[in-house]
């Protein structure tokens, strides 16, 4: 207590007022001098821009492969974990590590981070991520593949009434609670629809996966836009009910694959090595006979997901009333005008709803490399389907 | 010195005293802290003495050798193991009630002090009669003001505690204790924490006090000068387990003040118990007594 | 001048003992008087300098520097920009009203979990730290729950609760509620037993003992557990926001991420410590304000 009053007398005159700040002050200069000093030292101005080496052409390389085994769509990268086509084409002793993402944005995160350095994502996330180019420079290197009905699909609670159309489903959504994992290609797809059909939900929550889920466990929710395979599962464990999708309002959807500029630029070799395990990969997808063991696969990479839900997600034919396609997936892999109408019309929404600077810019695109592979190989884009199979396909529990 | 003889020298000037109350006695008093018959502390040994009313006892002796848990005993706050205690006749606790109600008749005042410090001084002092319902708030504050007037304390009545000196809160407690018109007043150790300085001044307060009130005063201390400068009767304890070593009636006339330290009488009592208590003070040392 | 102020004050309670009067010294008086104390002293603008540094290491090892894991960051440039920008390229900024929007979401919901957390969890920490046979009974179950962090409760809150709003309040309200109930409960055990038994010697009922001794003996206690859930509710929000999935810092912070609006991010974090900051330091004045003796001990300790 004594020693509290003496220090208010301190400041009372004007004199050791004066003295005390300025005391004060300069070692407070001081101090953060002697920390800058130290941090510049032990880390040396060299460093400063924070490119990643990834090493000259021809030598093993180590990569980190972002990709989602929760997201159908770009299943080629499942297929690419299990089968490995890509180990014929690196570098001898390369190694490549394998991280999920349960979302877009995590993996473009770890990219622009520079963490990542291949990234298996939705429409959304990829252009987002080449809008950051101040903090990494990003591209879009190959298209995994496009939908009517992966990433667009409307799911509403099991107790909704019973619609003629799918038009009238989304009518219904007018003044409703709809979740979306914002920043995803469901996003983009319900804020597009939602425009264009003057629909209003009264909520429109940001929620993840498993928070939708049990949002529809507890009957919390009444519609959610959901990609696959989490769709199917839901309907699976008869929690929702599908009731639209891109195919009923014309929107397209689609997965990419992304790679930063440096990548590119310092190792050709090895995107050019990736891109044709990419191809291997896509082709076994579009081959009905592997449909059993890619479901496995996804199943062996998941948890939590009966395999019947992950076999519907890819190789199901849901009724047309409910958005159904017989085509599940349109193998691209090359830059089909459909991919580059779908990356235009994307980039302008993304823009109007301000969830990036400016639209794409031309360069963020590079075909040329998918379209030199598949010249050398006599293939053309697209390089397949994954269709619809019967019910009856599935011979599993 | 027969203690009988004093005894009864004592009880006729008691009776002067009309209507005096606050008499204790304590008859074959012992306390064992924890499990009985091995493992157990014998802290009071068969204790038996009195209190006479109407004046102030004091109890001497080494830390922890168990005075405090007399007083505890008389204000309810611990039970003892065998023995009984009188208060003016009634049986406080003995057998088949080994533990008393604490209760306005006999207040303490504690070692460390414990006036509420979220209370001010005159809600502390109109705390008792208050909590009690004998009096309206209105009445208990001005007999508090009164009081405090009396003990010198005018002026601070809407201070808190922790706004003034720890001399002048040993006071604002014991007028609070004095509020409830208690037959005895506890005192343990009050000024054990004051400075020499302080403490000399408490002195000759408490004695005011007295002369104003003549409330029983049962007060505890180690200090064996401040024992025989307030006390009308000295009680030298020995170290755990407790017992009255040696029970001093202090013959030097009332009302006293500090020229009493250099008196002659003075002087012969401390001879005569200091050697006493220096021989406990060693065997509590020897003993390894901490500090309660 | 401020010399005079306090000579002046303390001439103030000289006279009132010369006097012998019963008049108190307000405590509002009091609390602007420190509050002015607290302006001419050196200490808010030692504050000042002490962000000042801060914002200063930021830009340099970001902009100017761009120091390896810095690099990437938002700068301060940037973010202020966009902060305080008319037309924020993300959408967010001080002149757009949804950020106000999400400020009052948040708030709102602090408050209310934060009134709920208080009001069952001064009681419960009072009757543990007072009733030994309660403390018996409720204790172990209270510290069996308490590890569990709010995330993990996520699916429960999301099924136990109605609507959306409520698993956001309960998710935010846990954290609060035990910090609060913890403190109090230790409030209560740190009272020095003579007070106690000061008060049953002076005859007070065990009711009364509890309302005279108990309670106030343990506001210091309570008061520090207060300000400590009041940041707790904070970190809370984040996670409970994640249920609630539309307005709030959290939800802000949340959705940034996954739209990859990195400004955005920093742009709420900045807020949320601002207001958690603010809500903290009314919790503490309101303590001061409550516990006014503690305050004149140290305030006019000087005096004496």
């Known amino acids: 207590m004594r020693s509290k009053s003496e220090t208010c007398a301190c400041f009372i005159s004007s004199d050791g007022h004066r003295r005390a700040v300025r005391r004060l002050v300069v070692s407070f200069a001081l101090a953060l001098c002697a920390a800058f000093v130290q941090i510049c030292l032990s880390v040396g101005f060299a460093d400063a821009a924070a490119v990643k080496d990834y090493g000259k052409p021809g030598e093993p390389i180590d990569l980190v492969v972002g990709y989602q085994p929760y997201y159908t769509e770009s299943w080629s990268g499942v297929i690419m974990h299990d089968k490995k086509f890509y180990e014929k084409y690196l570098p001898k002793g390369s190694k490549v590590e394998f991280q999920i993402g349960l979302q877009g944005a995590i993996i473009v995160n770890g990219m622009l981070a520079g963490k990542v350095d291949v990234g298996y994502m939705g429409d959304m996330p990829a252009i987002v991520s080449t809008s950051h180019a101040d903090v990494r420079d990003m591209r879009i290197v190959s298209v995994l593949g496009l939908g009517y009905d992966q990433c667009n699909i409307f799911l509403t609670r099991t107790d909704a009434p019973e619609f003629k159309s799918p038009d009238e489903a989304l009518k219904w959504l007018d003044g409703k609670t709809v979740a979306v994992p914002k920043g995803s290609c469901t996003d983009r797809f319900a804020q597009a629809v939602f425009k264009e059909k003057n629909i209003k939900p009264s909520e429109y929550l940001n929620q993840s996966i498993e928070v939708i889920t049990s949002g529809f466990r507890a009957k919390k929710l009444d519609a959610a836009v959901i990609w696959e395979p989490t769709a199917s599962r839901l309907i699976e464990d008869n929690l929702a009910r599908r009731v639209a999708s891109g195919a009923s309002v014309n929107e397209r959807d689609g997965g990419f694959m992304v790679m930063p500029a440096a990548l590119i630029e310092q190792r050709p070799d090895v995107v050019k090595a990736w891109l044709q395990g990419e191809l291997d990969a896509e082709l076994y997808f579009g081959d009905s006979k592997n449909a059993m063991s890619i479901a496995q696969m996804a199943a062996s990479q998941t948890t939590g997901f009966p395999e019947k839900a992950l076999w519907a997600s890819a190789f199901a034919q849901y009724p047309k009333s409910a958005g159904g396609t017989e085509n599940r997936i349109t193998l691209a892999y090359g830059f089909t005008p459909d991919a580059k109408e779908l990356i235009q019309k994307a980039s302008k929404f993304l823009v109007e709803i301000k969830s990036i600077k400016s639209e794409i810019r031309p360069d963020a695109v590079m075909p040329q490399f998918t379209s030199d592979i598949l010249k050398a190989r006599g293939l053309n884009a697209p390089v397949g389907d994954v269709k619809a199979l019967p019910l009856s396909a599935y011979t599993g529990k | 010195m027969n203690v009988q003889a004093i005894e009864s020298a004592r009880a006729t000037q008691s009776a002067t005293f009309a209507a005096a109350k606050g008499r204790v006695r304590i008859v074959d008093a012992v306390k064992i802290y924890g499990v009985q018959g091995g493992g157990g502390v014998l802290a009071v040994d068969h204790c038996t003495f009195d209190v006479p009313p109407g004046e102030i006892t004091v109890v001497v002796g080494p830390s922890g050798c168990g005075k405090t848990t007399l007083l505890n005993a008389i204000a309810g706050f611990h039970s003892l193991s065998a023995g009984s205690i009188y208060l003016d006749d009634e049986m406080l606790c003995g057998p088949g009630k080994l533990k008393a109600e604490p209760g306005p008749d006999r207040v303490v005042v504690f070692q460390n002090g414990a006036l509420f410090p979220w209370k001010t001084n005159i809600e502390n002092i109109t705390f008792g009669p208050v909590m009690q319902g004998i009096m309206s708030r209105a009445e208990a504050n001005d007999k508090a003001r009164a009081m405090m007037t009396d003990a010198g304390l005018r002026g601070i009545e809407n201070n808190y505690p922790g706004e003034i000196s720890s001399g002048v809160r040993r006071r604002v407690e014991i007028v609070r204790a004095l509020m409830n018109d208690p037959k005895i007043l506890l005192l343990d150790e009050p000024y054990r924490a004051l400075d020499s300085l302080t403490k000399s001044v408490m002195h000759e307060a408490l004695l005011e006090i007295f002369y104003k009130n003549r409330v029983t005063i049962f007060f505890i201390t180690h200090d064996l000068e401040e024992a025989i400068f307030l006390g009308h009767r000295v009680v030298i304890m020995t170290t755990r387990p407790c017992k009255p070593k040696k029970i001093l009636d202090i013959d030097i006339p009332h009302p006293r003040n500090y020229s009493v330290l250099t008196n002659k009488r003075f002087r012969e009592f401390m001879e005569e118990t200091a050697a006493a208590v220096h021989e406990e003070a060693i065997k509590a040392f020897d003993a390894g007594e901490r500090e309660r | ?304």
């Not at chain 3, 509002?28 to 801060?54: D, E, K």
Request: proline share 6%; net charge positive; glycine share 8%.
């Open chain 3, 1 to 304: 001048m401020s010399e005079t102020k306090l000579t002046e004050f303390a001439g103030v309670v000289d006279q009132q003992a010369e006097q012998g009067s019963a008049t108190k010294i307000t405590s509002w008086a009091l609390t602007m008087y420190r509050w002015s104390q607290w302006l001419q002293s050196p200490r808010p603008y030692l504050m000042v300098i002490g962000f000042a540094g801060f914002l200063g290491f930021w830009y340099l090892a970001v902009e100017v520097w761009k120091l390896p894991r810095f690099a990437e960051m938002p700068g301060p440039t940037q973010v202020f920009g966009e902060w305080f920008s008319k037309d924020p390229t993300y959408g967010l900024s001080v002149f757009t009203p949804e950020y106000y929007l999400h400020i009052w979401v948040s708030t709102r919901r602090i408050a209310i979990a934060f009134f709920l957390a208080t009001a069952i969890g001064v009681p419960l920490g009072l009757f543990l730290g007072w009733s030994v046979r309660f403390k018996q009974y409720v204790f172990p179950v209270f510290e069996l729950l308490r590890p569990i962090p709010p995330l993990a409760w996520v699916p429960l809150a999301i099924v136990m609760f109605r609507g959306s709003e409520t698993p956001v309040i309960f998710l935010t309200f846990l954290a609060s509620f035990y910090a609060t109930a913890l403190n109090t409960m230790l409030g209560v055990e740190s009272i020095d037993v003579s007070f106690v038994r000061a008060a049953s010697c002076l005859g007070a009922k065990r009711w009364q003992v509890f309302r005279h001794v108990i309670v106030p003996g343990a506001l210091p206690f309570i008061f520090t557990g207060l300000q400590i859930s009041v940041g707790v509710a904070w970190f809370s929000l984040v996670a409970g926001e994640m249920v609630s999935g539309q307005y709030g810092l959290g939800y802000l912070i949340n959705t940034s991420y996954t739209m990859v609006r990195y400004p955005t991010i920093v742009i709420g974090m900045a807020t949320l410590g601002i207001v958690g900051y603010a809500t903290s330091a009314a919790i503490r004045l309101l303590g001061n304000y409550m516990m006014q003796w503690r305050m004149r001990e140290l305030s006019l300790g000087a005096a004496r």
